[in-house]
């Protein structure tokens, strides 16, 4: 365990009030929120114990595994003494116990030439497929004329989203789109925590970005399974797009994107226009 249990649970605790769970407010609070002590009487657990874990010391008390890990006895009460929703609570247990790691981070992603099909024949759908970094691996006709992958923009959502002044002109809810983004990353990193890759783009955009910077700093956690989002395109206008998302089985760290609007709607009319213009799509650059 590393700093960022720590400060997951110190940014969860901040948000909840001693009355809302019951307990009565009193005495001069250096910090918004609930006290270790308070957190630890309300879970079960002895003081000593919550504060090892907040502190990444490991904990000394029965609450650990026969491997040495925080029971889910445990996780499962803090989850519920913090209110964590189902997203958190999965990230809780993937940083207080992380996965084993052999050093060199998840391996290269590859699609394969049925996903690519599977792509191509979606002629109405813009549809692409991410790895756990957000990174683009391959896409269709139609998502290329959408978000123009096979130009010399990064293929890194979010290095386009918080280092490519475009994406102030793409999206016009940006604050939303960055914040989703963000929460979804520190989730996807909250599964590989030893992933070089991902602790070196986090690194890059925390020194570039400031909105990166005091987003991460939220420890917001949410995945972006389904959604919409409204784009701002320099020759279509305006899309509104709803999109759903699909894990690879073989590949579970690949995940299809794909774009779904509505039948006869004024997006899905402009989506066909943008189609017939763009047919052929050039093959998305394989990952070393």
């Given at each position: ?130 790895d756990h970094r957000m990174e683009v691996l391959a ?99 305006l899309l509104t797009l709803p999109y759903e998302t ?43």
């Amino acid at each position: 365990m590393d700093g960022e249990l720590g400060d997951f649970l110190r940014s969860r605790r901040a948000r909840i009030r001693p009355d809302e769970v019951g307990l009565p407010s009193y005495g001069r609070r250096r910090v918004p929120g609930l006290r270790r002590e308070e957190v630890a009487q309300l879970a079960g657990v002895s003081v000593d114990y919550y504060v090892r874990l907040e502190q990444g010391r490991g904990p000394g008390d029965p609450g650990r595994t026969k491997s040495g890990g925080v029971s889910d006895a445990v996780l499962d009460a803090i989850a519920r003494v913090l209110r964590l929703d189902e997203a958190e609570h999965a990230y809780l247990r993937a940083v207080a116990r992380p996965r084993r790691q052999d050093g060199h981070g998840p391996a290269a992603s590859r699609v394969r030439p049925g996903v690519r099909l599977l792509l191509d024949g979606m002629d109405r759908n813009p549809a692409y497929v991410l790895d756990h970094r957000m990174e683009v691996l391959a896409w269709n006709a139609l998502a290329d004329a959408v978000l123009g992958f096979s130009g010399p923009g990064d293929l890194s959502l979010p290095r386009r989203l918080f280092l490519d002044p475009a994406s102030y002109e793409l999206y016009p809810d940006r604050p939303a789109i960055a914040a989703q983004t963000v929460a979804h990353l520190r989730l996807q990193a909250g599964h590989h925590p030893g992933d070089p890759a991902t602790g070196e783009l986090v690194a890059e955009l925390t020194r570039a970005s400031e909105e990166f910077r005091r987003l991460w700093a939220d420890h917001l956690v949410r995945p972006c399974d389904h959604g919409v989002k409204v784009l701002r395109h320099p020759v279509a206008g305006l899309l509104t797009l709803p999109y759903e998302t699909l894990t690879i089985p073989s590949a579970p760290d690949q995940t299809i994107v794909a774009y779904t609007p509505e039948p006869g709607s004024e997006t899905a009319e402009r989506l066909a226009l943008l189609g017939s213009w763009s047919s052929v799509v050039p093959e998305a650059p394989e990952r070393a």
